[in-house]
Structures are given as structure tokens and as C-alpha cells.
């Protein structure tokens, strides 16, 4: 079977010791497509360098994406609207993300602000989104509303199932990744097991958010094929080769770039 990571962070600094090694590993567990989302604009640049550097002898396909992250409000500046831009018109940049927000983060205002405005900017490149969201449903979504994408993911899923079916009733899908596999996570659990496969793509959200197991734990896109039988006993999935291929046709589906190459 083949799996993909739909979002990990595999170019941060916690990474550079053995990056190449992670990479080997993935391939040999069947890892072989990883999305990495921008935050801020100064690593759009290193990551596409890295991504343009990277030797293809390994088995595994590596695709970037670019955007400003609610977390990094404080790094932000105006300027780098225009850039971001710029930088979706010349890079092999497949989404706009890793964008969105943040209820724990100050400034909601501005937050917005940056989001509608890339947003706006996912819509003139036609290019899908990879949305943040953690305490902001209802702002969220009614900006997705507002400026509707032309598809993209709400990473790291975590909601009840009335807000799952409200993201997939706007052609989004849904990151599903280390929250699933805590027996306390129940709401999540249910929503991910209530809507159709079709609408979910696995995750590591690495460095973060580990499996139930692994806390403390450095995550990694290794861990994906134990997301993958996770999620099939939350579903009570009866065939998992299917499930594979299902979950690959989605994550193409997604990035429809990632299909025609």
C-alpha cells in the first residue's frame, strides 16, 4: 500500500540532524508523498530552496505550499501579501497554507484581516487552501463563505460533526491525524467516522501533535501508516487496500497539481 502525509513540517531545525534518514524511512514504509506548509515569510524561502535542492533518489515526492500562519502575527508584516503573490505566480507552490485562525492567538483582527487576504489571493491563483483553525470555527467559516476556495483541507481536524459536515459541504476536507487516536477525543472521533471517506486525508502534523503512545516523542511522517490503521479501526474500514487507494485519490483530488505530474 502507499500513503501520503498531507501536512508535516519536515524542513524545521528539529529536523535537520536526520532528514535525509526520515526520508529513507517513509519510502520503506510506503510514505511516499509528503506536503510541507509554509508559516512565515522568510521560510517560504528556505523551504523551496530545500525542495529545489533535494535529491530524487530516495522514492519520495515532496511538495511545498506557502502562506502566512496565525501563530507568526507578530512576524507578519503588510509587505508580505505582495510577496506571497509573487511567490505563488514563480514557485511549484500547490497550495496557499499553511493559513487561518487562531483563537488563542492575540489580534483577531488582524488575523482576519491576513486571512481574507489570502484567501482572496487562493482564489485569483486557483489554488487550494490548508487551513489553521483552533477556536474560531464560526469566524473561520464565515470568511470561508465570503471568499469561498477552490478547494484545500482543514488541517488537524478536531469538531464535532455538524462543523466536519459544514467544512465538507464547502468541497474542503478534513486532516486527520494524531488527535484521533485519544479515546477522549470522542466528538472528533465520531465526526471523523460520520462522514465519508472521501472527505479525509491523514496527517502527522509533524514535529507535533504525536500519536497516543508517542507523547513526548518527536512526530514524524513515519508514523502515517499507524495513523492509517488507526483511522480503519475507527471506521471499521473492512478493506484496507481500498482505504489506501481512497485516501490517495483524495489527497490528488486536493492538489490536483500533484495528479498531473
Given at each position: 500500500?502507499?500513503?501520503?502525509?498531507?501536512?508535516?513540517?519536515?524542513?524545521?531545525?528539529?529536523?535537520?540532524?536526520?532528514?535525509?534518514?526520515?526520508?529513507?524511512?517513509?519510502?520503506?514504509?510506503?510514505?511516499?508523498?509528503l506536503?510541507?506548509?509554509?508559516?512565515?515569510?522568510?521560510?517560504?524561502?528556505?523551504?523551496?530552496?530545500?525542495?529545489?535542492?533535494?535529491?530524487?533518489?530516495?522514492?519520495?515526492r515532496?511538495?511545498?505550499?506557502?502562506?502566512?500562519?496565525?501563530?507568526?502575527?507578530?512576524?507578519?508584516?503588510?509587505?508580505?501579501?505582495?510577496?506571497?503573490?509573487?511567490?505563488?505566480?514563480h514557485?511549484?507552490?500547490?497550495?496557499?497554507g499553511?493559513?487561518?485562525?487562531?483563537?488563542?492567538?492575540?489580534?483577531?483582527?488582524?488575523?482576519?484581516?491576513y486571512f481574507?487576504?489570502?484567501?482572496e489571493?487562493?482564489?485569483?491563483?486557483?489554488?487550494?487552501?490548508?487551513?489553521?483553525?483552533?477556536?474560531?470555527?464560526n469566524?473561520?467559516?464565515?470568511?470561508?463563505?465570503?471568499?469561498p476556495p477552490?478547494?484545500?483541507?482543514?488541517?488537524?481536524?478536531?469538531?464535532?460533526?455538524?462543523?466536519?459536515?459544514?467544512?465538507?459541504?464547502?468541497?474542503?476536507?478534513?486532516?486527520?491525524?494524531?488527535?484521533?487516536?485519544?479515546?477522549?477525543?470522542?466528538?472528533?472521533?465520531?465526526?471523523?467516522g460520520?462522514?465519508?471517506?472521501?472527505?479525509?486525508?491523514?496527517?502527522?502534523?509533524?514535529?507535533?501533535?504525536?500519536?497516543?503512545?508517542?507523547?513526548?516523542v518527536?512526530?514524524?511522517?513515519?508514523?502515517?501508516?499507524?495513523?492509517?490503521?488507526?483511522?480503519?479501526?475507527?471506521?471499521?474500514?473492512?478493506?484496507?487496500?481500498?482505504?489506501?487507494?481512497?485516501?490517495?485519490?483524495?489527497?490528488?483530488?486536493?492538489?490536483?497539481?500533484?495528479?498531473?505530474?
Amino acid at each position: 500500500m502507499e500513503w501520503s502525509d498531507s501536512h508535516c513540517h519536515l524542513d524545521f531545525p528539529v529536523f535537520d540532524q536526520d532528514r535525509r534518514a526520515v526520508l529513507a524511512a517513509c519510502a520503506a514504509r510506503g510514505v511516499r508523498t509528503l506536503v510541507v506548509p509554509g508559516v512565515n515569510a522568510t521560510q517560504w524561502q528556505s523551504l523551496f530552496h530545500w525542495l529545489a535542492n533535494e535529491e530524487d533518489d530516495l522514492g519520495v515526492r515532496v511538495w511545498g505550499a506557502a502562506g502566512l500562519h496565525p501563530y507568526f502575527m507578530a512576524q507578519h508584516q503588510r509587505c508580505h501579501l505582495a510577496q506571497l503573490d509573487k511567490f505563488l505566480a514563480h514557485y511549484p507552490v500547490i497550495a496557499v497554507g499553511e493559513i487561518g485562525l487562531d483563537g488563542t492567538v492575540p489580534d483577531m483582527a488582524g488575523q482576519l484581516a491576513y486571512f481574507e487576504a489570502q484567501l482572496e489571493l487562493a482564489q485569483y491563483h486557483r489554488l487550494p487552501v490548508v487551513l489553521h483553525q483552533h477556536q474560531a470555527h464560526n469566524a473561520l467559516l464565515k470568511a470561508l463563505k465570503r471568499t469561498p476556495p477552490v478547494g484545500g483541507v482543514v488541517h488537524a481536524f478536531s469538531g464535532s460533526t455538524q462543523m466536519a459536515q459544514e467544512y465538507v459541504g464547502l468541497g474542503l476536507r478534513l486532516g486527520v491525524g494524531g488527535i484521533m487516536t485519544y479515546e477522549r477525543a470522542q466528538r472528533t472521533r465520531q465526526a471523523l467516522g460520520a462522514v465519508p471517506l472521501s472527505a479525509l486525508l491523514l496527517e502527522t502534523d509533524s514535529p507535533d501533535m504525536p500519536l497516543a503512545g508517542y507523547q513526548g516523542v518527536r512526530n514524524s511522517p513515519v508514523q502515517i501508516p499507524n495513523v492509517f490503521r488507526a483511522l480503519c479501526r475507527l471506521r471499521n474500514e473492512p478493506d484496507p487496500v481500498a482505504t489506501a487507494q481512497q485516501l490517495m485519490a483524495n489527497l490528488y483530488a486536493t492538489f490536483p497539481v500533484l495528479r498531473r505530474t
